[in-house]
């Protein structure tokens, strides 16, 4: 299902500005330029760009705020919105923009979803990020090209979950749900997200690896979701997968490809062995390579997350040279993401104690830029696979 505009209208607001609000399948897009507002069919702020700044909203109600302080080259300044009182003038500053079209009289197709987004104001928006946490763990970090999937947390947290330079589900015990509470899950974030599923047509299943699951157990789950969510909603399933636990042959990926499996995230962090073990990551890289080859063999696109700045200045050569020798070796298409992921180290990590013993030091901002491009130079697929930054930082769900 594609996403089209079904009613449009223009006029000109109060401030003598020209606006056009159109009515999607999918969301409500309001203009009034340079001001831009989307909401989902219930109502709920998705984007909202005023004041030259960018406001996303979470289905959790966390808001991240992005400001370009430059385009060339590009920079922007990156905050998780804290302010409560920030939140609710945003919220309601679009509100006035919503009341202001409303007492327009534009054509009646909109007049359910404008007083639906004006029922959601902030009081009800901040009700519903608690109402949340009732039916979701947090939902730590998903892929960049997932911001706007559906999550299902069939599982949760990591089964390894001991990387050095990760925290993402240090929070919770890895388990699998029973088929019950799976069922429950879906069932709840159904009612939950509402219209909003428009919106939201992908299906990410969470945590951090949830094709650990056994085949039997991942037919059962995969059936519920068909269940209860109509073909027509889901464009694909996604996941993130490890290459070190996960145990599954060509014919299990060829069965979740068909059951709509389109894309796998894979962190291979880097291509050097010995750097792995400052991650405590497992390897050796090959067996990432072995994992990505069978899946782009099963038909299963996969998005590869290179951790830059990794082992710091002492590592830099060695984590370049070597992550370019297993990048080329993994059957990478256009259809395939390699992303770009900058070391972001809490002092509560283990990385953090490990960079102290060993000096490793922490690249600046040109440096990571430096050691991004010089991986890129290394690529010699003959069909360059994407390539973009992972900034985990961006991340609300
Ligand atoms: S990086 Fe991935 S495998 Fe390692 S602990 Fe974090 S989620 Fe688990």
């Given at each position: 299902m594609e996403s089209k505009i079904l009613h449009e209208f223009e006029y000109i607001t109060r401030d003598g500005k020209e606006a056009y609000l159109a009515l999607f399948n999918d969301s409500l897009k309001l203009h009034i330029s340079p001001e831009v507002y989307v909401y989902d069919l219930e109502g709920r702020p998705v984007f909202i760009y005023y004041n030259n700044v960018l406001y996303e909203r979470g289905l959790s109600n966390e808001f991240v705020a992005k400001k370009w302080t430059s385009f060339t080259p590009p920079k922007r300044y990156l905050a998780r919105v804290k302010d409560i009182g920030l939140k609710k003038r945003v919220v309601e500053y679009a509100h006035m923009r919503i009341k202001e079209v409303l007492s327009l009289s534009p054509p009646s197709e909109f007049t359910p979803i404008l007083r639906k987004i004006l029922y959601m104001n902030f009081d009800r928006l901040d009700e519903e990020g608690r109402r949340f946490y009732q039916i979701y763990k947090p939902i730590s970090i998903l892929p960049p090209d997932q911001y706007l999937a559906l999550v299902l947390q069939p599982v949760e947290g990591c089964p390894y979950n001991k990387c050095s330079f990760c925290t993402f589900y240090r929070d919770r015990k890895?388990?699998?749900?029973?088929i019950d509470e799976f069922r429950k899950h879906v069932k709840y974030v159904i009612n939950f997200v509402g219209k909003g599923i428009l919106m939201r047509r992908k299906i990410f299943l969470a945590d951090a690896n949830a094709l650990v699951t056994p085949m039997n157990m991942l037919k059962k789950y995969i059936s519920i979701i068909y269940e209860y969510i109509p073909n027509i909603y889901i464009s694909g399933l996604y996941s993130f997968m490890d290459y070190f636990t996960v145990r599954k042959d060509l014919d299990d990926f060829k069965w979740l490809r068909g059951m709509g499996l389109k894309m796998v995230y894979i962190g291979l962090e880097t291509g050097d062995e010995s750097l792995l073990k400052i991650l405590n990551k497992p390897g050796p890289p090959e067996k990432a390579v072995e994992a990505v080859n069978l899946l782009k063999k099963a038909g299963i696109d996969v998005g590869v997350i290179v951790l830059i700045g990794a082992g710091g200045k002492k590592y830099f050569d060695r984590h370049v040279d070597n992550t370019i020798k297993?990048?080329?070796?993994?059957?990478?298409?256009?259809?395939?993401?390699?992303?770009?992921?900058?070391?972001?180290?809490?002092?509560?990590?283990?990385?953090?104690?490990?960079?102290?013993?060993?000096?490793?030091?922490?690249?600046?901002?040109?440096?990571?830029?430096?050691?991004?491009?010089?991986?890129?130079?290394?690529?010699?697929?003959?069909?360059?696979?994407?390539?973009?930054?992972?900034?985990?930082?961006?991340?609300?769900?």
């Open positions: 890895f388990r699998f749900k029973t297993i990048l080329n070796e993994m059957y990478l298409d256009d259809r395939d993401i390699i992303y770009f992921s900058k070391l972001k180290v809490s002092e509560s990590s283990e990385y953090y104690k490990i960079s102290s013993k060993y000096g490793l030091g922490y690249l600046s901002d040109d440096e990571m830029e430096d050691q991004i491009r010089r991986i890129k130079d290394g690529l010699r697929h003959s069909r360059k696979p994407i390539q973009a930054i992972y900034d985990i930082d961006e991340f609300i769900y």
